[in-house]
């Protein structure tokens, strides 16, 4: 059982900065890949970034590659999402997830989620 919960949401001005944490409990951690994920009202939850068990290969949407980069602190069992040239189309809940199957860009894959974090850009 692993249980996920993020915080570092917020409002804040298009082209600034946000950085997401993702403190995970128990201690396998280090077993599972972990992604990060948004849902803004009335769509789907879409993927953002994903990051391997021992941090080696990262994934990005292509929405956020060159702007958003994943991170993880296996001994603090913590995922990080650092959100730079943040624009009014980022504004969604940002759930992170864990997982230790095939598959880190699809939401179905995960079976474990935090409770998500509110990230406001506005214009």
């Known amino acids: 059982q692993v249980q996920l919960v993020e915080s570092g949401g917020g409002l804040v001005q298009a082209g600034g900065s946000l950085r997401l944490s993702c403190a995970a409990s128990?201690?396998?951690?280090?077993?599972?890949?972990m992604g990060w994920f948004r849902q803004a009202p009335g769509k789907e939850r879409e993927f953002v970034a994903a990051i391997i068990r021992r941090g080696g290969n990262t994934d990005y949407a292509d929405s956020v590659k060159g702007r958003f980069t994943i991170s993880r602190d296996n001994a603090k069992n913590t995922v990080y999402l650092q959100m730079n040239s943040l624009k009014p189309e980022d504004t969604a809940v940002y759930y992170c997830?864990?997982?230790?199957?095939?598959?880190?860009?699809?939401?179905?894959?995960?079976?474990?989620w935090g409770q998500g974090t509110q990230v406001t850009v506005s214009s």
């Open positions: 997830g864990a997982t230790n199957v095939p598959g880190v860009v699809t939401s179905r894959k995960y079976a474990y």
């Open positions: 128990g201690r396998t951690f280090s077993s599972y890949a």
